[in-house]
């Protein structure tokens, strides 16, 4: 797993022995019941913090589809892009937060049957409680994303092909 680390975003990287596609399918799924992006352990933390500042907390079940697509809603993510060609599933917070909340995650093909998994948390702050929280925010933000990301290298193990991430 590759890390990378700035004062606005939180990246992690990770090489899969599997086809692009069939990534996609478990990064962008839809499907009703457990979904990395709803149900990774902190991000059902921190949908319990937001209901405690006054937010709705993760309000939205996944839609039923098959995949994602842009304008649909799950946890307490909107989804901004799902461009299954490109391989990008955009997912904006609505939380309470002094600021933008951004996950991006992408799939990116290295091979027939190797692809490269992405993802990157990034936050753009909104005012001088929002420069603060950036500050703050940065161990929480490498926390979560390591959890996450780890969460989804976990469900895509089910995957045929899927070795472990290299």
């Known amino acids: 797993m590759r890390r990378h680390t700035s004062l606005r975003t939180t990246s992690r990287s990770s090489g899969l022995t599997a086809p692009a596609r069939d990534v996609?399918?478990?990064v962008a799924s839809g499907g009703t019941g457990p979904q990395w992006y709803v149900d990774a352990a902190p991000l059902v933390f921190r949908g319990g913090v937001d209901r405690v500042l006054g937010g709705e907390g993760r309000r939205w079940p996944p839609p039923g589809t098959p995949v994602l697509a842009a304008g649909d809603t799950a946890?307490?993510?909107r989804v901004t892009e799902a461009d299954p060609a490109q391989g990008r599933l955009v997912l904006?917070?609505?939380v309470r937060?002094?600021?933008?909340?951004v996950l991006d995650t992408s799939v990116t093909p290295t091979?027939?049957?190797?692809?490269?998994?992405?993802?990157?948390?990034s936050f753009e702050p909104s005012g001088l409680l929002?420069?603060?929280?950036?500050?703050?925010?940065l161990?929480?933000?490498?926390?979560?994303?390591?959890?996450?990301?780890?969460r989804l290298l976990t469900d895509l193990a089910d995957l045929p092909e899927q070795a472990a991430g290299r």
């Open 111 to 121: 091979g027939a049957a190797t692809c490269r998994l992405s993802q990157t948390i």
């Open 24 to 26: 996609w399918r478990v």
């Open 130 to 137: 929002g420069a603060a929280y950036l500050l703050v925010d």
């Open 75 to 77: 946890g307490f993510w």
């Open 92 to 94: 904006e917070a609505d």
């Open 139 to 150: 161990p929480a933000r490498e926390a979560v994303l390591e959890l996450v990301h780890r």
């Open 97 to 101: 937060a002094p600021g933008r909340v």
